[in-house]
């Protein structure tokens, strides 16, 4: 009898481990082009509605011409905005104005301040010659973030002055802030890495593991591409293109051991906007259910 309830016991502990070894906190969003656009769901509160309704843990909110209308939609629906994504110039004014304000409006939210940095005919993609009033800007931005107790990602985005994740790890070095890191787009890192570059994506991706806020991911093609539209290989619906985005999710996730936010990029995506949600949503199922049950 002693050994039944022993056995019992142990079976008991084994089970309650593993539920909790393999439990997925990672809070699964979308950016805002999965459904702007859409003549049904054709303003901020039908949009947060929908996103809501359909499984999402939040919705990114879209530059500050944006914010207050999805400000206002994600107040009445009680979801989250996941990041806010914020436009950098490198001439005057440089920032938006209202930014300071909009950031003290997000206080106690989870929301991420994810900047992007635009380049200029003086100061071309990854050229590093406006590095120093960069680091003054996101300096300036983390300032305000951190009154509001808010992250900031900064966002490489391919043609942009920061366009490669090697260039955004170097300025967050020298920031040198807690509240100061970047984020992973899976469709931006293709469109600017080699296919020797690829093939170092784990090593990489572990160098920047102590400064990763947020990671976007897509469908794509691991390809070099030939396209005219680099987004026709580089942005694909979620489950879709050769290139293996469990697999990332999985290192990311499970061996990196990472609870960051995850997010889905559907820019340039053709077709039905809110078939699209709801297939998005149910290949995030099925790869959350496969990483809570793999080995």
Same mark, same amino acid.
């Given at each position: 009898?002693?050994?039944?309830?022993?056995?019992?016991?142990?079976?008991? $502990?084994?089970?309650?481990?593993?539920? &909790?070894?393999?439990?997925?906190k990672n809070d699964f969003f979308t950016l805002h082009n999965i459904i702007r656009g859409d003549s049904t769901y054709n303003t901020f509160d039908k949009q947060v509605e929908f996103i #809501?309704?359909?499984?999402?843990?939040?919705? *990114?909110?879209?530059?500050?011409?944006?914010?207050?209308?999805?400000?206002?939609?994600?107040?009445?629906?009680?979801?989250?905005?996941?990041?806010?994504?914020?436009?950098? +110039?490198?001439? *005057?004014?440089?920032?938006?104005?209202?930014?300071?304000?909009?950031?003290?409006? %997000?206080?106690?939210?989870?929301? =991420?301040?994810? /900047?992007? =940095?635009?380049?200029?005919?003086?100061?071309?993609?990854?050229?590093? +010659?406006?590095?120093?009033?960069?680091?003054?800007?996101?300096?300036?931005?983390?300032?305000?973030?951190?009154?509001?107790?808010?992250?900031?990602?900064?966002?490489?985005?391919?043609?942009?002055?920061?366009?490669?994740?090697?260039?955004? !790890?170097? !300025?967050?070095?020298?920031?040198?802030?807690?509240?100061?890191? &970047?984020?992973f787009n899976l469709c931006h890192w293709l469109a600017t890495t080699s296919n020797s570059e690829r093939l170092a994506l784990k090593p990489h991706l572990k160098e920047l593991k102590p400064?990763? #806020?947020?990671?976007?991911?897509?469908?794509?093609?691991?390809?070099?591409?030939?396209?005219?539209? $680099?987004?026709?290989?580089?942005?694909?619906?979620?489950?879709?293109?050769?290139?293996?985005?469990?697999? !990332?999710?999985?290192?990311?996730? #499970?061996?990196?051991?990472?609870?960051? /936010?995850?997010?889905?990029?559907?820019?340039?995506?053709?077709?039905?906007?809110? %078939?699209?949600?709801?297939?998005?949503?149910?290949?995030?199922?099925?790869?959350?259910?496969? !990483? *809570?049950?793999?080995?």
């Amino acid at each position: 009898m002693a050994l039944r309830i022993q056995f019992l016991f142990l079976f008991w $502990i084994g089970c309650v481990t593993i539920a &909790l070894a393999q439990k997925i906190k990672n809070d699964f969003f979308t950016l805002h082009n999965i459904i702007r656009g859409d003549s049904t769901y054709n303003t901020f509160d039908k949009q947060v509605e929908f996103i #809501k309704k359909s499984g999402f843990d939040g919705i *990114e909110i879209n530059q500050t011409q944006s914010f207050e209308g999805m400000k206002a939609a994600l107040d009445k629906h009680q979801f989250t905005g996941s990041y806010f994504y914020v436009r950098i +110039e490198l001439k *005057e004014p440089y920032i938006d104005k209202r930014l300071e304000q909009y950031i003290q409006q %997000l206080k106690g939210s989870k929301t =991420i301040i994810a /900047p992007f =940095i635009i380049a200029t005919a003086s100061f071309k993609p990854s050229s590093h +010659e406006a590095d120093t009033l960069a680091v003054r800007l996101l300096t300036q931005i983390s300032d305000w973030a951190k009154a509001s107790g808010l992250q900031v990602a900064l966002y490489p985005h391919h043609g942009f002055y920061v366009e490669r994740t090697d260039h955004a !790890l170097t !300025l967050i070095k020298q920031i040198n802030r807690k509240n100061v890191g &970047l984020t992973f787009n899976l469709c931006h890192w293709l469109a600017t890495t080699s296919n020797s570059e690829r093939l170092a994506l784990k090593p990489h991706l572990k160098e920047l593991k102590p400064y990763l #806020k947020m990671v976007t991911i897509c469908g794509a093609n691991d390809v070099i591409t030939q396209q005219k539209t $680099i987004w026709d290989d580089y942005i694909l619906p979620l489950g879709s293109g050769s290139f293996d985005t469990y697999g !990332l999710l999985k290192y990311i996730i #499970k061996d990196l051991k990472m609870s960051v /936010p995850i997010g889905v990029q559907c820019y340039n995506i053709k077709g039905d906007k809110p %078939l699209l949600v709801q297939n998005t949503i149910s290949v995030w199922k099925e790869y959350k259910n496969r !990483l *809570e049950n793999e080995k």
